[in-house]
């Protein structure tokens, strides 16, 4: 067994750091746990890919349920479709639409990042362009939706 | 002879309080925070700021050197050639991993007091030291070194393109940035990381050696290149340049064909 400096006995008493009057503002922990590490378009691509994975799957686990309702009867899945139809449901489907989209383009991002030989050197531009589509395709279907939420027909 | 002896502790002090007041002309004062922890008196790691006169040219390393020079010789990081050679001192400097000897001050803000923290993933041991075992041990199980047969009686001759091939890889300085940047690192430990793989890219595609197959068999593993999620935090921290990233994915294709 080597020994590691970590295994040195504790000076004791335990010597208190003096802290000289340039140096010793000891500050309380701030964040104790470490900074939030920077990383760039890539490292937040994939946050997001995640969070919106790990949300569309509840989704649809939710989806299948109710939709199985039709083979119990058609009455209960009516009912329960119908409380579907209130704001913060539809404010929901607006998010669940804009987690899909940008999953849906993202994947298509990560693929070309797995099989085109140039895809890793321009992960980058890829995904401002997925930014840019998924902008595109939100502001296409976020006035119509909110209408029909809104709007009451 | 008290006066004397008091004379002695408070010199230091003084000298670095007027070498914060006045210093090298363009020289200013850059508060760094860093993360500390000594096993001995610290139960959990601790943020402690220093106030250091700097030249913008200086970098990181000599900021720290001059805190532990200068106000308390207790600050504790590994560093060996101080010019990007060795790997021994990367270390997350505002919230990236780099290596304190090439990471300059005026690329930072020095408006902004710098912090500096040891790199994640690694059991912390002092200060800004983690132990690098986990880390070597991924590194020596992929066979990082030549394997072919025969016995030439001269060198092992090979063609530019074929050079070329691996060239990138073969930069690797194993200081740990990349394997430490990585989110799927931080949270499962035994992932192979990147560094592991670029060291072994170096080997499966040269065609001077033989164990290709063994190699990707080895990264063919639920802890080798498939838990790479591509957040390219390893790219962009390397010290060296090396297109981290493009080389595991060339890994991953290279499992896929069965060969390199
Ligand atoms: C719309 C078409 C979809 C495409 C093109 C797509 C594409 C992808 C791709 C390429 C990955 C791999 C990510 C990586 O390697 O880091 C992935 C991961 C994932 N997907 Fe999808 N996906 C789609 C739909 C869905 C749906 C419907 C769900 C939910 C049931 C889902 C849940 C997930 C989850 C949880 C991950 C894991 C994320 C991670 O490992 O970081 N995806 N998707
Ligand atoms: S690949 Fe780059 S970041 Fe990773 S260990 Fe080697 S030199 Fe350091
Ligand atoms: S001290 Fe050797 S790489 Fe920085």
């Known amino acids: 067994m080597s020994l590691k400096s970590t295994d040195l006995p504790a000076p004791a008493p335990a010597r208190k750091l003096r802290p000289t009057r340039t140096a010793g503002r000891f500050s309380l922990p701030k964040r104790p746990a470490g900074t939030v590490y920077r990383g760039g378009e890539g490292m937040w691509s994939w946050v997001l890919h995640r969070i919106t994975g790990v949300a569309i799957y509840f989704f649809l686990l939710v989806h299948i349920l109710d939709t199985a309702l039709v083979r119990v009867s058609p009455e209960a899945y009516n009912a329960v479709i119908n409380t579907y139809k209130n704001p913060i449901m539809g404010l929901g489907e607006l998010g669940l639409v804009a987690a899909i989209g940008f999953h849906a383009l993202n994947g298509i991002r990560i693929i070309l990042i797995d099989f085109w030989s140039v895809g890793t050197r321009n992960q980058r531009l890829m995904f401002w362009i997925v930014i840019a589509l998924w902008a595109v395709l939100m502001l296409g279907f976020a006035p119509r939706h909110l209408m029909h939420v809104f709007g009451g027909e | ?260």
């Open chain 2, 1 to 260: 002879m008290s006066t004397l002896i008091v004379d002695a502790v408070e010199a230091p002090t003084q000298s670095s309080i007027s070498d914060l007041e006045a210093g090298p002309p363009g020289s200013f004062v850059v508060t760094l925070i860093i993360r500390r922890f000594i096993p001995e008196i610290d139960e959990e790691p601790r943020w402690q700021d220093f106030d250091v006169r700097v030249l913008p040219t200086d970098r990181i390393l000599d900021a720290l050197h001059k805190i532990k020079w200068e106000q308390d010789g207790s600050l504790t990081f590994r560093r060996s050639c101080a010019h990007g050679i060795c790997g021994s001192d990367a270390m997350r400097i505002n919230g990236r991993n780099r290596l304190a000897c090439k990471t300059l001050i005026k690329d930072l803000d020095p408006t902004q007091p710098i912090y500096v923290e040891a790199i994640k993933g690694l059991p912390l041991e002092k200060d800004l030291i983690v132990d690098m075992e986990p880390f070597f041990e991924s590194y020596r199980q992929i066979q990082p070194f030549l394997q072919a047969s025969g016995n030439p009686v001269r060198e092992r001759t090979q063609s530019v393109a074929a050079r070329e091939r691996f060239d990138d890889t073969t930069k690797c300085i194993l200081c740990a940035a990349c394997t430490s940047s990585c989110p799927v690192f931080w949270t499962d430990g035994q992932y192979f990381g990147p560094a592991a793989i670029v060291n072994a890219h170096r080997f499966i595609f040269d065609d001077r050696d033989e164990a290709a197959k063994v190699r990707l068999d080895i990264l063919n593993d639920k802890e080798g290149v498939w838990r790479c999620r591509t957040t390219f935090n390893c790219s962009e921290a390397c010290p060296r340049g090396i297109e981290v990233t493009k080389a595991i994915q060339e890994v991953k294709q290279a499992v896929l064909r069965g060969h390199a």
